[in-house]
């Protein structure tokens, strides 16, 4: 199975893969985790991404569909593989179609987590992520346990402005992938905002 998760930061997307890789066995392939590895490993890579990342502005495309087209040839991803955060663009989009399609292969969905603006900058700006484990939560909505509350981190495009930044290119620049997958009938739109099991039940849902 070859599904992407798309929606606005914040939106679920790396809460509800945790989920969904359990239960479909894919491998999780999220574009942001990427290039804050290559940042904390101080690669070029890293080092290109980073300014973007900071300004929450995208990185540029040729950078993005290397990174991303090298990671899905790779074996774990024969049988499929679980995008987050990519495609962005409609350049990425079409890479990605291309690609797959030159291999023989196709997509089968395209999730859509749908979250109100009013509700991002909450769910970004009280995020926190446990840099042992990678898991994510949430100072209000999940919070850490308190043994590793010491330990969990914020990240640094975790800012309000940084925030309005990224979300305004993701109106500006990503809506136009919707409309691409829908013409392909490929795009599933699932309510975002309620608990994340309700969310993950819909996605599921959506997927069968
Ligand atoms: P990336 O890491 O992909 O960030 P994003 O898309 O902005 O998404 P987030 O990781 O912020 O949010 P999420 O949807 O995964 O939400 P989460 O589950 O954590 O990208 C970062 C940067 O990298 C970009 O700005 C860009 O510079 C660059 N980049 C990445 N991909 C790129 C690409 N393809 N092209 C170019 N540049 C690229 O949840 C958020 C919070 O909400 C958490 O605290 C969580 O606990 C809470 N929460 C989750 N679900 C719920 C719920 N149902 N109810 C209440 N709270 C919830």
Do not use: W
Request: aromatic letters at 4%; one cysteine or more; glycine letters at 8%.
């Amino acid at each position: 199975m070859r599904i992407i998760l798309v929606g606005p930061p914040g939106a679920g997307k790396g809460t509800q893969a945790a989920r969904l890789v359990d239960h479909f066995r894919l491998p999780h392939i999220s574009s942001g985790d990427m290039f804050r590895s290559a940042i904390e490993a101080g690669t070029e890579l890293g080092k290109t991404a980073k300014g973007y990342m900071d300004r929450g502005d995208l990185v540029p495309d040729d950078v993005t569909i290397g990174m991303i087209m090298e990671r899905i040839n790779q074996p774990d991803c024969a049988a499929g593989f679980m995008l987050d955060g990519f495609p962005r663009t409609l350049p990425q989009a079409e890479a990605l179609q291309e690609s797959l399609a030159s291999a023989g292969i196709s997509l089968n969905a395209v999730v859509l987590i749908e979250v109100p603006d009013s509700e991002i900058i909450r769910r970004v700006v009280g995020r926190r992520l446990d840099p042992q484990t990678g898991q994510i939560y949430h100072i209000n909505f999940n919070p850490p346990p308190v043994e590793i509350a010491d330990r969990v981190i914020q990240r640094e495009d975790d800012t309000e402005v940084t925030c309005r930044s990224r979300l305004q290119k993701y109106h500006s620049e990503t809506a136009a992938i919707l409309s691409f997958y829908d013409d392909l009938g490929l795009l599933r739109r699932v309510d975002g905002n309620c608990s994340p099991d309700d969310v993950a039940r819909s996605v599921i849902r959506a997927l069968s």
